[in-house]
């Protein structure tokens, strides 16, 4: 049977010659020129923010600087995950999410470089975390949003917790599995202590439909599954802007009030320690927490507010400072306990 | 003829001693296609058995475990029913428009699972459960069986089922005790990957309210942000698929398949579908509406609201795609010629063990084998991190099974004797094999490297973690505006990606007929 090995190898050579071939091809025809930029002079930021924000960013911060970025797509977990399985061999310079955990996820594993303090003071406090290990670029605001024709005003809940109570057994739903939902938990378990947050979570789980994400559930209710849901604002006001496909039979409640049901989640910015292009890096991050970058997030598809550089926000959207939301710290948020109190609930 | 001649049986119980070399080459390949199986062992061990147990013992894994399971055991014996039914039918019966519902049953395979369930989501907004999961993986899988079923049901020599007619067996008789148990091959061939997939799949239950371990883990990627947990619960997925590995290597035996000469010396006399026709025609138009018209609907509805500027990375993408699922291609059936030759040609317990053992990892999910192959690459060839070496090695983990099933399928029907009688005329073995088994095989290997492109180019998080940076796919194109909700910018790209699919799956459904002919 050494014939057998003779062929095999042989026939294994000849593929891996045509496979090199086509991974060749693959490379000279699109994507070498950008990994040969990408290793030195381009920089490298693993955006899981809106792709389409991001681009625009880059192409105004390329034209004003004439330093090429290269992007590298993707979701806040993976992308987390995958700056930590890195670690220090990691080819990225900034990490761009749409919410803190993923930030914080990165910060804890000490990979990140402290942000320039000139950026930083770009961002009021509320909206960057204490560390000063990256900043926030962008925040959304949770808001209730709910089907007119199941749910009158008057019936409207005046704050989240009212959700756990038994009269909206079976009408209301959210996707406690995400990131998204988690940050709002910490508020929760920021302003309202544990206890009181343990009880909020076995009412959801008594009360609510579970979905995947902020979409399905904004589906579900437009659809008329359940009267009302938990989402973040952005989402409505992005399907309004469009077809209103999936939002046209609903409207918005802002709890307002300081109520956690009020709480607004920054999207991240950092430099990664390990950037071979530490000073380029910062100048981007300044570019995003600067009037420019901020302006272009304002006026944008996104439907983000900007929080630096006192930019306002899209219209129609109501001004970030009016929604009332509670103070909490970044990066006190997504503790391992709300983890915990989740697990116990049921909920994951 | 298929079914083997008592000859050909004997000589397979006798079988040779594989070369220590072919050993050799399959164990160390064996043992790469092993990484994301041993990294999900490392993250068990590093979180310790208290924290697993902890994770393990949830209320919550009870519910996943549940579905997980019910969808494996209910999904893969309706996907064989619908695959070996549309197949016996559009190959055997009178059915009117046959050619045409011959294709029609192949056409869900160039719609990605994905696509497929957002089309159903938005059109049954109140998808969900195990229903939903059950119809939206049962109807974009079922090719998976039809396309093999098909294949042999053509290679088949009908004098066996005449002479049972001539016996007096009716119909559905000989359909049940002649025809089916020749088909075992292509049905446990079929449901192997249709199970495996079925463990891995993420993105055809996102869209519907449907979890199951995969599901799950990749949730719990994005919730708990720990790492290590996440890992540990593919263990879970891992024992899942030996289980299912097992089965299907038992229900297989020994058996061959091989066949000397043109099979189909008579063809098949169609059978007359008579007072059926109304209900056979209704039921392929209802499967090929349900699984192809219906998902494409709300893709093509959104397509006409998309605007020019949304074009502009298509061209890119398509490139991208190509190359890509073809070097995925190209690799699975490299890496599965090998054991595939092992498992056919010497057949032995350590032979499916090793088989085993290629097919495990296929069944964890994504995110799951493209961080194995981080930390691996960046620790051991940190020059090949980010380059498409990288990512052709998730797609060959993650489709190897495709590749696998048909070379070991086309392998058994290669007869060893057509090689001994060339070497026996003087040919060197070598020769021999080149010309006469290689020819032979050609087939089973295009459609092996067909389905593996088809998978590849619908891979999406291997291929946004481990593609060189600024690669843009269509399916992680896809998959970026949908999630925006931008859907008008997102059926762009399902489409292109649908009609990119178009000639793999063309050239699948061409071998189907090239056996017989």
């Known amino acids: 049977m050494r014939k057998l090995l003779t062929i095999t190898a042989t026939i294994a050579a000849t593929g891996l010659l045509l496979s090199g071939c086509a991974a060749g091809g693959s490379d000279s025809a699109s994507t070498e020129d950008v990994v040969a930029e990408a290793s030195d002079e381009a920089l490298v930021v693993y955006n899981a923010q809106h792709e389409q924000l991001t681009e625009e960013w880059v192409e105004e911060f390329t034209a004003q600087t004439g330093i090429e970025v290269v992007l590298r797509n993707g979701g806040d977990s993976e992308l987390g995950n995958q700056l930590v399985a890195e670690g220090e061999a990691s080819r990225a310079d900034v990490f761009l999410t749409e919410n803190s955990p993923a930030m914080s996820l990165v910060e804890n594993e000490g990979l990140f470089a402290p942000v320039d303090a000139e950026t930083l003071a770009l961002v009021p406090e509320q909206y960057r975390p204490a560390s000063g290990m990256w900043t926030g670029i962008a925040a959304r605001s949770t808001v209730f949003v709910y089907n007119p024709e199941l749910l009158y005003e008057s019936e409207l809940p005046t704050s989240i917790l009212d959700l756990q109570n038994p009269e909206w057994m079976g009408s209301w739903g959210g996707a406690p599995a995400g990131a998204d939902f988690q940050a709002i938990v910490s508020a929760i378990l920021e302003t309202q202590g544990t206890e009181a947050t343990a009880e909020w979570l076995e009412g959801m789980k ?143 | ?345 010497h057949p032995s317990r350590l032979s499916k063990t090793l088989e085993g053992g290629y097919s495990i990892a296929s069944s964890l999910p994504a995110i799951i084998v493209a961080l194995a192959l981080v930390t691996v690459t960046l620790n051991v060839a940190p020059a090949i991190y980010q380059t498409a070496a990288t990512v052709t090695a998730a797609y060959v983990i993650i489709f190897l099974p495709r590749a696998l099933v048909t070379l070991r399928a086309g392998l058994a029907q290669v007869p060893e004797s057509l090689e001994e009688a060339a070497r026996a005329l003087g040919t060197p073995p070598l020769l021999a094999r080149l010309r006469v088994t290689l020819p032979l095989l050609l087939p089973a290997i295009a459609a092996a490297g067909a389905l593996v492109a088809l998978g590849a180019a619908n891979e999406l998080t291997a291929t946004l973690l481990l593609a060189p940076t600024g690669t843009r796919t269509l399916a992680t194109q896809f998959w970026s505006a949908a999630s925006s909700i931008d859907y008008p910018g997102a059926a762009p790209y399902a489409i292109t990606l649908v009609l990119l699919s178009i000639p793999a799956v063309a050239l699948l459904f061409a071998q189907t007929g090239s056996k017989a002919r």
């Open chain 1, 206 to 348: 008594e009360n609510a439909t579970i979905y995947r994400n902020n979409i399905v559930t904004m589906k579900a209710v437009n659809a008329g599954e359940v009267a009302g849901g938990i989402i973040y604002h952005y989402y409505w006001f992005r399907d309004s802007d469009a077809e209103g496909e999936n939002s046209g039979n609903t409207k918005l409640h802002y709890f307002g009030n300081e109520d956690p049901g009020a709480f607004v989640s920054v999207s991240g910015g950092g430099v990664l320690a390990s950037s071979d292009n530490a000073d380029k890096a910062q100048q981007f991050l300044a570019f995003l927490a600067g009037a420019d970058g901020q302006k272009i997030l304002g006026e944008g598809y996104s439907f983000e507010y900007p929080v630096g550089s006192e930019v306002d926000a899209r219209d129609p959207l109501p001004a970030l400072d009016s929604l009332n939301a509670p103070v909490v710290d970044p990066s006190s948020l997504n503790s391992p306990e709300v983890l915990k109190l989740m697990m116990q609930a049921g909920l994951l």
């Open chain 2, 1 to 345: 003829m298929t079914r083997t001649s008592r000859a050909t049986r004997a000589s397979t119980t006798t079988t040779t001693p594989p070369s220590p070399g072919l050993l050799v080459v399959v164990v160390v390949l064996a043992i790469g296609m092993l990484i994301p199986v041993g990294y999900v062992i490392e993250a068990t061990a590093r979180i310790g058995l208290d924290e697993l147990g902890a994770l393990l013992l949830r209320p919550r894994v009870g519910e996943l475990l549940t579905n997980t399971v019910l969808i494996v055991l209910l999904a893969v014996p309706l996907t064989i029913v619908l695959g070996v039914g549309s197949a016996w039918l559009v190959e055997r019966t009178d059915l009117p428009g046959r050619r045409f519902f011959a294709v029609l049953c192949v056409a869900p395979l160039a719609i990605p699972s994905f696509v497929s369930s957002y089309g159903w989501a938005s059109i049954v907004p109140s998808i969900q459960g195990l229903g939903g999961g059950l119809l939206v993986a049962t109807l974009a899988y079922y090719p998976l069986v039809y396309l093999p079923a098909l294949a042999t049901l053509r290679g088949l020599n009908p004098s066996l089922e005449e002479s049972a007619r001539s016996l007096g067996l009716t119909e559905g008789a000989i359909l049940l005790r002649v025809v089916i148990p020749q088909l075992r091959l292509a049905i446990l061939g079929g449901g192997l990957i249709v199970a495996l997939h079925l463990l891995a799949e993420y993105g055809a239950f996102a869209f519907i309210r449907f979890d199951t371990f995969t599901t799950a883990i990749v949730v719990a990627y994005q919730s708990t942000f720990a790492g290590p947990s996440a890992a540990s619960l593919g263990i879970v997925l891992a024992l899942l698929s030996i289980i299912v590995l097992a089965i299907e290597a038992t229900a297989r035996g020994r058996a061959r398949y091989a066949y000397v000469g043109s099979s189909s010396a008579t063809q098949a006399q169609p059978i007359a579908l008579g007072r059926f026709t109304p209900v056979a025609i209704l039921s392929v138009t209802a499967l090929g509406a349900l699984a192809t018209v219906v998902p494409m609907a709300s893709v093509i509805r959104w397509s006409f609201a998309a605007k020019p500027d949304m074009l502009d990375g298509l061209w890119r993408a398509l490139v991208d795609t190509s190359l890509l699922s073809l070097s995925g291609a190209v690799g699975a059936v490299l890496v599965a010629l090998p054991i595939a030759w092992l498992a056919t040609r």
